[in-house]
């Protein structure tokens, strides 16, 4: 292996320093790239084959998506979700379009998608499926990789994953990965979900037995238990399809999406589903701060620019949250 230079020894020295350690990286120092081409700061050039594990499929600074990105960032490049804005109407509609679901649920990192996934379940299953509060089961696979939040490695195979981070968060039953009779098995009257990846990602690349997803989804069907395809890092045409179900003629009933959706320049995540899983979800039901109530008071000093004067999104009104 070739030795490090001063130049190169010295970043890395800098990110251990100031870094949690909680990464092994390779000894290469990243300064530009272009499609599939990555620059070190020494000048050497690479083809990026890991592409961020998906998360720029569509290769580095795709010229479209970096236009889109600088256009977008001249005009508006945060609303909360208190106001409607020009692009999510449209935005909503393609995704929804293009995955064939009726509605889409957006978030940030994968983590945060699959955790939506998992409260979406727990939500349908007792509204919809009536399993007792708090008894909601979801079923997972051994060696999967679904991020990294407290529940998430809960159920991770790897030790190392979990270590020191417990107490866990309980309603979760692990099988092995490309068994669907040990799927049927594992169902019991309170399963609510299956949650699974298409090919195992970070295992190791584990492509399941052909007509595996295909039959979890008929298992799924009968039991009512919903089928959640995790497709953070399969997603957009990563196996030489849109989708990875999609090579088994399979339709998630939630299927989670991420990485490369944000086009490799920041993070974008979504589920995806139906409508009759998705109304599970009220306003309030996401954590976001809800101004409506300041917008059912008139607002008595909004003669003077203020910070803090908010402005209906339906009717004009402004209001200032302190008046009562
Ligand atoms: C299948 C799968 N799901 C979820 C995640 C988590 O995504 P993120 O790192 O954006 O939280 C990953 C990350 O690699 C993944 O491979």
């Given at each position: 292996?070739?030795?490090?230079?001063?130049?190169?020894?010295?970043?890395?020295?800098?990110?251990?320093?100031?870094?949690?350690?909680?990464?092994?990286?390779?000894?290469?120092?990243?300064?530009?790239?272009?499609?599939?081409?990555?620059?070190?700061?020494?000048?050497k050039k690479y083809m990026d084959c890991l592409s961020s594990y998906s998360a720029i499929n569509q290769g580095h600074r795709h010229p479209k998506i970096i236009n889109a990105l600088k256009e977008q960032a001249d005009r508006l490049t945060l609303t909360s979700r208190g106001f409607y804005n020009d692009k999510m109407g449209s935005w909503l509609?393609?995704?929804?379009?293009?995955?064939?679901?009726?509605?889409?649920?957006?978030?940030?990192?994968?983590?945060e998608a699959v955790e939506t996934a998992l409260k979406t379940a727990r939500k349908w299953g007792q509204y919809v499926k009536g399993v007792p509060a708090g008894s909601q089961e979801i079923i997972v696979c051994a060696n999967n990789f679904h991020g990294r939040t407290i529940t998430i490695i809960t159920f991770s195979s790897d030790a190392q994953t979990k270590d020191g981070f417990g107490p866990y968060t309980p309603g979760f039953v692990t099988i092995p990965y490309g068994d669907a009779k040990a799927l049927e098995k594992a169902i019991t009257k309170n399963t609510v979900a299956f949650m699974v990846e298409p090919i195992q990602g970070e295992a190791g690349?584990?492509?399941?037995?052909?007509?595996?997803?295909?039959?979890?989804?008929e298992i799924c069907r009968k039991h009512n238990v919903l089928l959640v395809?995790?497709?953070?890092?399969?997603?957009?045409?990563?196996?030489?399809?849109w989708f990875a179900c999609q090579h088994e003629?399979?339709?998630a009933d939630i299927m989670v999406l991420g990485k490369a959706l944000g086009g490799g320049m920041y993070p974008v995540s979504a589920i995806v589903c139906d409508d009759?899983?998705?109304?599970?979800?009220?306003?309030?039901?996401?954590?976001?701060?809800?101004m409506r109530p300041y917008f059912k008071?008139?607002?008595?000093r909004h003669c003077k620019p203020c910070p803090q004067v908010a402005i209906c999104p339906t009717n004009g009104e402004r209001a200032h949250p302190s008046d009562s």
């Open positions: 292996m070739a030795t490090t230079s001063p130049k190169t020894a010295s970043y890395i020295e800098e990110s251990e320093k100031y870094s949690a350690h909680n990464y092994h990286p390779l000894p290469v120092v990243l300064e530009k790239a272009e499609r599939v081409w990555v620059w070190d700061v020494e000048g509609k393609l995704l929804c379009e293009l995955t064939g679901y009726e509605k889409a649920l957006p978030m940030n990192t994968g983590a690349v584990v492509v399941p037995p052909k007509g595996y997803l295909k039959e979890c989804a395809a995790d497709e953070v890092q399969t997603g957009f045409c990563r196996t030489g399809k003629g399979v339709r009759k899983i998705m109304s599970v979800f009220k306003p309030g039901s996401r954590p976001k701060k809800d008071r008139k607002c008595k």
